[in-house]
C-alpha cells in the first residue's frame, strides 16, 4: 500500500491525494484501498516502462473508454509524468483510429480546455 500511496501522490499530487483521502466516505474507503494498490501499486509502480508512457497508455485507455472525469485528471498529471501536449496529440490520433472519431472528438476537446485554455 505504501508504494501505491507514494506513487499516487508522485502523479496526481499531494494536495489532489489529500483531498481525496479527505473526502473519502465509509462507503468508499475499501475501493480507495483497492485503487491504490491495484492501480498505483501495482500498474504504475513497475520499472518495466516510464511513467511518461505509463500516462500515454492510460490516457488512451481513459478516452477509449469514455471515462471522462478520469481522463481530465491524468491529463493534468502529465506535468508530473514528463508526457507533453504532443504526446497527448498521438494518443488521441490512436484513440481515433482504433476506439472511433468520437472518442478522439470529445479527448481532443478536453484537452485543448485543459492545456491550451480553450473554453
Do not use: C
Not at 68 to 85: K, P, V
Amino acid at each position: 500500500m505504501k508504494t501505491g500511496e507514494a506513487r499516487r501522490r508522485a502523479v496526481l499530487g499531494d494536495a489532489h491525494v489529500d483531498r481525496a483521502v479527505r473526502d473519502t466516505s465509509p462507503l468508499g474507503a475499501r475501493f480507495t484501498d483497492l485503487a491504490t494498490a491495484a492501480a498505483w501499486g501495482t500498474a504504475w509502480s513497475t520499472d518495466a516502462i516510464t511513467l511518461r508512457e505509463r500516462s500515454m497508455i492510460t490516457l488512451a485507455i481513459l478516452a477509449a473508454t469514455g471515462a471522462w472525469e478520469e481522463f481530465e485528471l491524468h491529463l493534468g498529471a502529465i506535468r508530473n509524468t514528463g508526457a507533453t501536449a504532443s504526446d497527448i496529440a498521438e494518443v488521441i490520433q490512436h484513440v481515433g483510429a482504433y476506439a472511433g472519431v468520437p472518442r478522439a472528438n470529445t479527448a481532443t476537446k478536453i484537452a485543448r480546455r485543459l492545456l491550451e485554455g480553450d473554453t
